[in-house]
């Protein structure tokens, strides 16, 4: 699947979204480099992940959501909307940030890491909570700028934001 996406330069560029690579653009007479083109592009999924995890976090820590969702084939079927839209946004940021992070494929041992290093377990202390909340904004910062000086983050209210919501770290 590829993406018009804004490269750090103010141009369009036409990315591949699973892997990230720029398959078309130039940045004045030279062809922009893969590290900011898919950075910006890791950093604009990011954000747009962080409001629904917000607007759904209480859905995503519900104990009974997350037994029926391991549910073989019927599991998508018993959960609350609330619960697919934290758990869609849960894995976007998830793989961006591996996938800019190592680039390689993502191992299960890798996704389950960063789930518990981002998100609410079960049993976690609102201390805690905070805590994962502020290392997934250090860690959509630190992909922004990778992206290059020149990099805006997507307008909000895209196909996945909340209707309403605002830039992620503006606050």
């Given at each position: 699947?590829?993406?018009?996406v804004i490269?750090?330069?103010?141009?369009?560029?036409?990315?591949?979204v699973?892997t990230?690579q720029?398959?078309?653009?130039?940045?004045?007479?030279?062809?922009i480099t893969?590290?900011?083109a898919?950075?910006?592009?890791?950093?604009?999924?990011?954000?747009?992940?962080?409001?629904i995890i917000?607007?759904?976090?209480?859905?995503?820590q519900?104990?009974?959501?997350?037994?029926?969702?391991?549910?073989?084939?019927?599991?998508?079927?018993l959960?609350?909307?609330?619960f697919?839209?934290y758990?869609?946004a849960r894995?976007?940021?998830i793989n961006?940030?591996?996938r800019r992070?190592?680039?390689?494929v993502?191992?299960?041992?890798?996704f389950?890491?960063?789930n518990?290093?981002?998100?609410?377990?079960?049993?976690?202390?609102?201390?805690?909570?905070?805590?994962?909340e502020?290392?997934?904004?250090?860690?959509?910062?630190?992909?922004?700028r990778?992206?290059?000086?020149?990099?805006?983050?997507?307008?909000?209210?895209?196909?996945?934001?909340?209707?309403?919501?605002?830039?992620?770290?503006?606050?």
């Amino acid at each position: 699947v590829q993406k018009m996406v804004i490269g750090p330069d103010g141009r369009p560029y036409v990315v591949n979204v699973a892997t990230g690579q720029v398959m078309s653009g130039s940045a004045g007479n030279k062809p922009i480099t893969d590290t900011p083109a898919t950075s910006a592009l890791y950093a604009d999924r990011m954000r747009n992940s962080e409001p629904i995890i917000l607007q759904n976090s209480v859905a995503g820590q519900d104990f009974g959501n997350k037994t029926l969702a391991t549910v073989p084939l019927l599991g998508n079927h018993l959960v609350t909307k609330e619960f697919q839209q934290y758990d869609q946004a849960r894995r976007d940021f998830i793989n961006a940030t591996l996938r800019r992070e190592s680039g390689a494929v993502i191992s299960n041992d890798e996704f389950d890491n960063a789930n518990k290093q981002y998100f609410p377990q079960s049993g976690d202390a609102p201390e805690v909570l905070k805590q994962k909340e502020v290392n997934r904004k250090i860690a959509i910062e630190g992909i922004s700028r990778a992206a290059g000086p020149s990099y805006k983050p997507a307008t909000a209210g895209g196909p996945q934001a909340p209707s309403g919501s605002s830039p992620l770290l503006d606050e």
